[in-house]
């Protein structure tokens, strides 16, 4: 036992001394991990969320009625009133799931023109750190190409007059905010939280087990302490 006591220290001195800490990395290590792990979850992300049922079949991301619309919603649904309800909550997810491929194209974009700079402190951040920062740099872009393909698709379903009347109402007398009142404003800002909550998502958990990054590198990266 006395025998073994040394030598178990000596093996925690010898682990801590290879252990990789951020400081370690080089700054292109650094720089290619994380934008390795930030494609990878984009990617994902997009994969998810834009192909049917994306949205609609997500508990998480389904797009329902904002504000009190969606209370008087479900109850219309359980008084076996919500035909027309379920289809308006159908057509708005749809539309989510067709505006989202957009975005890939443009998330890629932000994340190739991250600096190291700004690698180091999203490494060193909090657990949506990578994600904040795709979201404040590229969620204006996106909400651009977003807006046309929802109001094509909602326009196509034929019910965008409809909502837009009967939510518009609401909003003036306070039920909603006038945000929600348009049907493509709304269902587009649904849409983008949707998109950065699934890569959120996929950001902690290649924080928490680095070994399910996609590369080699992000492994590294990920992995240091």
Known sequence: ???????????LLSAN???LSLADLSQQDASGGLKDALSQGA????QQLGQPGGFGDDPERHIGLPGKLGKVAKTM????MGGEVEQ???????AAEAAVPQAQALLLEAVRKMTVTD?????SGSQDAATRYLDRSSREQIRTQFLPIVKQETDRLGLVQKYNA????????????????????????Q????LFSVIAEEEAKIRENPAGAASSLAKKVFGAR
């Open 43 to 46: 990617q994902l992300a997009v």
């Open 88 to 94: 308006l909550e159908a057509s708005m997810n749809q």
């Open 191 to 194: 849409a983008l939280d949707g």
């Open 17 to 19: 001394a290879f252990a």
């Open 119 to 123: 690698a180091k402190q999203i490494l």
């Open 166 to 189: 009967f939510a518009g109402q609401a909003a003036s007398l306070g039920a909603i905010n006038a945000k929600s009142a348009n049907l493509e404003n709304y269902v587009t800002e």
């Open 77 to 80: 649904k359980a008084m076996g």
């Open 1 to 11: 036992m006395r025998r073994i006591a040394p030598l178990l220290a000596g093996l």
